[in-house]
């Protein structure tokens, strides 16, 4: 009886872990990668260049949602920088 009630709490725990999971809606994410491209020329970061070359939909994305502020480069050439921040291995 002990081993009957055992598998019947584990059979609910798991019908609704999986059914939470099988619900959850999936995130919402766009990674705009630009190469080689200055951060003063996107007008969400506020460089001087934001009245040259107007970027608004970029800064409409930015205002509703996250913008990446802090990136670290330990390469001065854009092929590893690249291969970084695509794979996340340093």
């Avoid at 502020?69 to 340093?90: D, E, M, Y």
Wanted: proline residues 6%; glycine residues 8%.
């Amino acid at each position: 009886m002990l081993i009957r009630s055992f598998l019947l709490q584990v059979l609910v725990l798991l019908v609704t872990t999986v059914g939470t999971a099988l619900s959850a809606e999936r995130p919402n994410v766009l990674f705009i990668f630009s190469d080689d491209h200055a951060p003063h020329a996107i007008g969400a970061y506020g460089g001087w260049l934001k009245s040259v070359n107007p970027t608004p939909n970029i800064d409409r994305l930015a205002r509703q949602g996250m913008l990446f502020q802090n990136s670290f480069c330990t390469n001065s050439i854009c092929g590893p920088s690249r291969a970084v921040i695509l794979t996340g291995k340093h």
